[in-house]
């Protein structure tokens, strides 16, 4: 006697095909509202990174009369070796950055909240007499930041894309680590670029593209750079 045709269990050609169209037409339309939800966040944690420089450049210009070079603000008041640079930088204190490894001309810190210039008489906090009376003697009160992001260990924190946080002044961009302030800015792409767009203190993040604006020909603060100023 003939047994009864049965359906086997498994699934159809054409309906494993139906399954794979839905499951791309889902990819189709997920991919990119998860891909934009990202970029929202990462220009939301910028602009709060930002913010936070900001609020500790303040508070270290109201107690002491001067802005400061990035690398400066996580300082400890009296130095107990805390930080995120270069392991052979142990002197984190404000006190002690005349001593610091990883930046060229490290006196140069102090910047003159009114002309955005370097402070030309900074040698005297780093004279004996102030150096024995610490920080005390210009009232710093910090460590006035914590960097939440580091990866190259240079003690700036880096924006959602990995580059470092850039401070410019009226007198153009605060360069690390050459302690310097200069009108013109060499990009990673080799190209120079005009630093002093800005007529006030401003901190940037050179967004996705890490360059700044869109690249040749463009701006600090252009296309998909993102800024705070104050």
């Known amino acids: 006697m003939n047994q009864p045709f049965q359906r086997s269990s498994g699934f159809s050609i054409i309906e494993l095909l139906v399954a794979l169209i839905i499951i791309g037409l889902l990819i189709a339309v997920i991919v990119p509202i998860l ?3 990202t970029k929202e966040a990462q220009h939301r944690a910028a602009m709060l990174d930002m913010q936070h420089i900001q609020d500790a450049q303040e508070r270290a210009g109201i107690d002491t009369g001067f802005f400061y070079r990035l690398y400066v603000l996580d300082d400890n008041w009296a130095g107990d070796g805390y930080g995120l640079g270069d392991s052979a930088d142990v002197l984190d204190g404000l006190l002690d950055e005349s001593s610091n490894q990883i930046y060229q001309n490290p ?7 009114k002309t955005g210039a370097f402070f ?12 024995l009376a610490n920080e005390t003697a210009f009232n710093w009160h910090g460590r006035y930041i914590t960097w ?4 190259n260990r240079n003690d700036i924190g880096d924006d959602p894309w990995g580059n470092d ?8 961009v605060v360069l690390e680590p050459d302690g310097d302030i200069r009108n013109v800015y060499i990009g990673n792409d080799g190209l120079s670029y005009d630093a002093k767009v800005f007529d006030r203190p401003t901190i940037l993040s050179l967004g996705p ?15 998909d750079d993102l800024k705070r100023q104050f």
Do not use: E, W
């Not at 030309?120 to 150096?131: F, G, T, V």
């Not at 939440?148 to 990866?151: G, H, K, L, V, Y």
């Open 35 to 37: 891909s934009m939800r």
């Open 107 to 113: 006196k140069r810190i102090f910047i003159d909240v």
């Open 120 to 131: 030309i008489n900074a040698d005297i906090y780093y004279d004996n007499n102030i150096r």
């Open 148 to 151: 939440q992001r580091d990866m």
């Open 165 to 172: 946080y850039m401070f410019f002044t009226k007198a153009g």
């Open 209 to 223: 593209n890490g360059l700044p604006g869109s690249g040749a020909g463009t701006d600090f603060g252009d296309s």
